[in-house]
């Protein structure tokens, strides 16, 4: 156990001495929320028609500011991943004690332990100086809680889409799809009460709603889901997950060994 | 005879800014009051070389080697002194210089990896804009010259380091530069292929009088594709000499390897002879070629033992530059 | 400096091998251009779903934002198709690979630029074109005003990334930082302008020029005049004249040395 705290130290340094890129991200955060604060904005003039009052604006920007938050905190691992497979540095890794993949997953988490914080301090100030307090404190706090939990799960995902490198090669349009489908499926922009209701319920057959919209759903008045369902959803999505990265990867190292790398 | 390049009093210092460190305090220092530190690569060297000369820059790392080339080929500016190569001033004229030279970095592949090296060429053509009728004669030339039928075709990433070499090495003699730089041009290649990169340079070099410029770490490289050395160290030139004044000059010691049927030989300490190395039945000496020294050596042994076999060589030119080096260093330190 | 057409010959035999490496790999270029443009696609899902419930926002409907989606992507689809190595300037700068580049005769900038043409840019072009066709904004006149619009915005963007990579030259390791940028410019532009009020949009047509890239062009396509024509080409020419002499600066300075130098 101790080698995977080692492992996970080493990302949280990793990530510790790379400011610049945590900044780039707060900066895209920032202008995010701006461009949706004005989004929002605009939808509340033009919604008389909904019959919801212009309050609503401010639930909204929390909402966006957690959804973005637990997007925003997951490390892209899966590029260092597809680097190290593309190398060939993982038929040298995988003799190690420590399995490769767990090592993979604890540096993505020790990095997560960095960059959470940070960017959770960043949407709470300007969630907060863009629409005030969230409705609800309490709300936020268990929507924070389960929102590191999803954080680690979409961190977990980014290591699977790493290893679908030993197939693909070049993972940049697999994550592309991946995090577009998260987008639209996973209520980031929009939540899912918007979306026509066979549209929810087949996104729910996914594992996305439960990894945005749902935490961030907590802080406002319509959750998503009862807190304990959502984490009782993510621990079976993270346990599905793990389980079929394993596999995949047992079965490229197979391949490897038997093909000579 | 015309004179390709000429160098005067070059100098170059660089201030490099150095790091503080990792961390989001020194990063934001670093970039709001950099620190940096003058560092004078290249200090006051002067040489010329004549059309058609082939000479080897070598010496260690950080010696100034790489600077002293990129200024030649008009990439860096010097911090003072003159430079003309093929009659211009790199810096200043440094479109009509590329249609001068040629260069051959050891290090980073100019082929496009995932396309054959006859698209490079293709593409080559349009940049020194050479009329198709020629660069096509010349592309035979070079495909003939340097056996590059079978590669010209196949993508650069199919290919092994030698043949990427070659490949590179006639790329760079499409549009007839008069003068080619290579840096580093045989790190990594394998034995055979060092050979064969060192020929074709000679012997393009000959037929075609191109002035070859090249700095490397390998001593191979000096003694089969140039005639000039020049040792470049701590930014300073230590020695300009053809390679057979440097040979005679400092090679004033000979190796002599003694099999023998007896297991050691026992020499005398008057001879002045040093062992390199002793298994048995072989002993290699280094020993001062003065008159008598081997002679007295050959009797020492037979008096012993027979001699199975003697072979006489000049110490290994690594060590011959080792010793520039050392001399060198000694000397800077004394001072 | 060379004639002016031994420097367009260049550059189409540029473009043509970058472009013809991109595609080496058969497979994996078909399906970076399929997945960029089902990317697209379900992007802009957001837009539909939200349109159906609320049908304009601040003047826009889904056609007019269909229209500006589809002129973002076509420019960017451009600009990394034809122009990638602009994406990819930091890395080069930092990593030493201009000077093979400087060593020839022909224009640095327009040389590194040409490189690395990117197989997702063509996705990009092939999904603007259909939304743009879809939106039903789309003037009499058509076709060439769609192309030299999204050619207009393709300008700028490589504009933009020539000039955020520059800073690779004074700053050292600016590549992420720099693409950063360069996508906070694509975001803003697919966004309708009209959100955007006061000190925000000045910004808009100046540091970030997202107006030129998405609002002036979709307008030169919905309703083509003289003023929106000369107002892109203006813009065009300004960035690209601002890019280039930063460029020309940081390569002075590259010359000299000053910057985080490493050297054997």
């Known amino acids: ?261 | 005879m015309s004179i390709a390049v000429d160098v005067k009093e070059l100098s170059k210092s660089f201030r490099t800014r150095e790091a503080r460190g990792p961390g989001v305090r020194a990063r934001v220092a670093d970039v709001v009051a950099p620190r940096s530190r003058a560092v004078r690569a290249v200090d006051r060297i002067s040489f010329r070389i004549a059309s058609g000369e082939r000479v080897a820059f070598i010496g260690p790392n950080g010696a100034g080697k790489s600077t002293t080339l990129k200024m030649l080929a008009g990439i860096l500016l010097p911090t003072s002194g003159h430079v003309t190569v093929a009659g211009l001033v790199p810096w200043r004229d440094r479109y009509q210089l590329g249609f001068a030279i040629g260069t051959v970095f050891g290090q980073r592949s100019q082929l496009w990896y995932q396309l054959a090296p006859r698209d490079t060429i293709e593409l080559l053509a349009r940049v020194y804009e050479i009329p198709r009728a020629v660069w096509r004669s010349r592309l035979d030339t070079l495909v003939d010259a340097f056996e590059l039928a079978p590669l010209l075709d196949r993508p650069v990433r199919q290919l092994s380091l030698g043949e990427r070499m070659r490949c590179e090495v006639a790329a760079s003699l499409l549009h007839a530069p008069g003068v080619l730089f290579l840096d580093e041009p045989t790190i990594g290649l394998d034995v055979t292929a060092k050979a064969t990169i060192r020929e074709l340079l000679h012997r393009r070099s000959t037929e075609d009088g191109t002035t070859l410029l090249l700095t490397s770490h390998d001593t191979g490289d000096i003694e089969q594709v140039c005639d000039r050395v020049i040792i470049i160290h701590g930014g300073r030139i230590l020695l300009d000499a053809s390679v057979g004044e440097l040979k005679r000059r400092y090679l004033r010691s000979r190796r002599v390897t003694l099999v023998t049927a007896s297991e050691h030989v026992e020499l005398p300490a008057a001879i002045g002879a040093r062992v390199v190395s002793a298994v048995p039945h072989r002993t290699t000496v280094e020993i001062d070629a003065g008159d008598t020294a081997v002679g007295a050596l050959v009797d020492a042994v037979l008096r012993q033992t027979t001699l199975r076999d003697l072979v006489i060589d000049d110490p290994p030119m690594d060590e011959v530059i080792r010793s520039i080096y050392r001399s060198a260093d000694d000397e800077g330190e004394a001072a | 400096m060379p004639g002016t057409k031994a420097t367009v010959r260049f550059a189409t035999a540029l473009v043509r091998t970058s472009v013809r490496s991109a595609m080496a790999e058969r497979g994996a270029f078909a399906m970076r251009v399929v997945l960029m443009a089902v990317n697209n696609g379900i992007f802009f899902t957001f837009w539909i779903v939200l349109m159906s419930r609320v049908p304009r926002i601040r003047g826009y409907s889904l056609g007019d934002v269909a229209l500006l989606y589809g002129v973002v992507a076509l420019a960017n689809g451009v600009a990394v198709f034809v122009a990638g190595g602009a994406q990819y300037l930091a890395r080069v700068i930092h990593d030493g690979e201009l000077d093979a580049l400087i060593a020839q005769p022909k224009p640095t900038l327009l040389y590194a630029a040409g490189l690395r043409s990117q197989p997702s840019g063509l996705g990009d072009i092939v999904s603007g074109l259909i939304m743009i066709s879809l939106s039903g904004r789309v003037a009499p006149v058509g076709i060439p005003i769609v192309l030299a619009a999204g050619a207009a915005g393709a300008m700028v963007l490589v504009s933009t990334a020539v000039l955020m990579h520059s800073a690779a030259f004074w700053l050292g390791r600016t590549e992420s930082a720099s693409r950063q940028l360069y996508e906070v410019t694509l975001m803003f532009s697919l966004y309708p302008d009209t959100l955007f009020t006061g000190p925000m949009r000045w910004i808009l047509f100046t540091a970030i020029p997202a107006g030129f890239v998405g609002y002036l062009p979709a307008e030169a396509i919905r309703a083509p005049s003289l003023w929106t024509a000369s107002a892109l080409g203006a813009a065009v020419v300004a960035y690209a004249v601002v890019a280039s002499s930063v460029f020309a600066r940081g390569l002075r300075a590259y010359s000299s040395g000053s910057r985080f130098a490493t050297f054997t």
Not at chain 1, 37 to 64: C, D, F, K
Request: charged share 15%; proline share 6%; hydrophobic share 55%.
């Open chain 1, 1 to 261: 156990m101790s080698k995977y705290l080692a492992f996970a130290k080493l990302g949280l340094r990793e990530a510790r001495a790379e400011p610049g890129e945590l900044l780039g991200r707060v900066l895209f955060f920032v202008l995010i929320l701006g461009v949706f604060s004005s989004i929002w904005r605009a939808v509340a003039e033009s919604t008389a028609t909904m019959g919801q009052p212009t309050g609503q604006r401010g639930e909204m920007l929390w909402y966006l500011a957690l959804t973005e938050w637990v997007l925003m905190s997951a490390p892209l691992v899966q590029f260092q991943i597809e680097d190290d497979i593309r190398r060939g540095d993982v038929a040298y890794q995988i003799t190690r004690p420590a399995s490769w993949l767990g090592a993979r997953l604890a540096h993505g988490l020790g990095a997560l332990a960095v960059r959470a914080p940070v960017m959770l301090g960043v949407a709470c100030v300007t969630a907060w100086s863009m629409a005030g307090p969230p409705t609800r404190l309490g709300g936020l706090g268990v929507a924070i809680a389960v929102g590191l939990v999803a954080a680690a799960v979409v961190t977990l995902f980014h290591v699977a889409i790493g290893v679908a490198a030993f197939w693909l090669g070049d993972i940049a349009p697999a994550y592309w799809i991946w995090q577009k489908l998260l987008f639209v499926l996973g209520g980031l922009l929009l939540p899912l009460r918007f979306y026509p209701a066979l549209f929810v319920r087949l996104a729910r057959l996914t594992p996305f709603p439960a990894l945005l919209a749902g935490p961030a759903s907590l802080a406002t008045n319509e959750p998503l889901m009862p807190a304990g369902v959502l984490l009782v959803t993510l621990v079976f999505w993270a346990l599905l997950g793990w389980i079929i990265t394993r596999a995949a990867f047992n079965r490229a190292v197979r391949r490897l060994n038997v093909n000579g790398g």
